[in-house]
Structures are given as structure tokens and as C-alpha cells.
């Protein structure tokens, strides 16, 4: 469980550094709080900010009863999958959002992934 435990502490530092890059792209782009419109690079930010959010609302209990009930080194592995799909789609939706599919798909295979896993697991084990 402890790769479980350092996978959900990166995916916490990674989204952490997405909201320190939209604060930033706010200041630098003067979108001024509580607007969430106006800059383009600063709404990007945002929208991968979010994005990443919610997310994140499936990943972290899905990875943990995936570990639970399944694997541990499964669940930490597709951990990391997600959270390189989710820097590939920052990237590419920074650079242009039409291009965010792919890195939009890794993380969410990866989530299917840990929940079918997970649900497998915890039923296997009724």
C-alpha cells in the first residue's frame, strides 16, 4: 500500500502545481477574481485546473479500493498512468485544447480501469 500512498501524494503535488499555474495565469493575464473568463492562456489553465478536479473525484477512491480489494501494485500503476495522461493533456490543451484527446483518454482508461478492477475485487471477495 505504501506505492498506493506515494501515487495519491504525486497526484496531490500534480494538481496542486495545476492550481499554482492558473493562480499564476491569472495574475499574469489580470483576470481579476472571481472572474473565471477573459485571457485565453488563463481559461485554459483553469479549464485543466478543474478538469483535473473532477477528475480526481474518481481516481483517488477508485485507486484505493482498487488496491484494496484487487492490487495494490495494479492500482499505484494505473495511478501513474493517469497521471502522466493528465500531463499529456495539460500540455496539449495549453498548446491547443482541440488537441487534449489523447491525454483526456489515458486518464480516463485508467480510471475505468481502477474502478472495474476495484469492483471486481470487492465482489470477488463477497
Excluded: K
Aim: charged share 10%; with cysteine.
Amino acid at each position: 500500500m505504501h506505492y498506493v500512498a506515494i501515487v495519491t501524494l504525486l497526484l496531490l503535488v500534480q494538481y496542486t502545481a495545476y492550481t499554482v499555474m492558473c493562480g499564476l495565469a491569472r495574475g499574469r493575464d489580470t483576470v481579476v477574481a472571481p472572474a473565471t473568463s477573459g485571457d485565453e492562456r488563463f481559461e485554459r489553465a483553469f479549464r485543466v485546473q478543474m478538469n483535473t478536479l473532477e477528475q480526481l473525484a474518481v481516481t483517488i477512491p477508485a485507486l484505493w479500493i482498487c488496491a484494496w480489494f484487487f492490487s495494490p501494485l495494479w492500482a499505484a500503476g494505473l495511478g501513474v498512468v493517469f497521471m502522466l495522461g493528465r500531463l499529456l493533456y495539460r500540455q496539449a490543451y495549453m498548446r491547443e485544447p482541440a488537441s487534449r484527446g489523447p491525454g483526456m483518454v489515458i486518464g480516463f482508461l485508467a480510471n475505468m480501469a481502477l474502478v472495474i478492477l476495484g469492483l471486481w475485487g470487492a465482489i470477488g471477495q463477497l
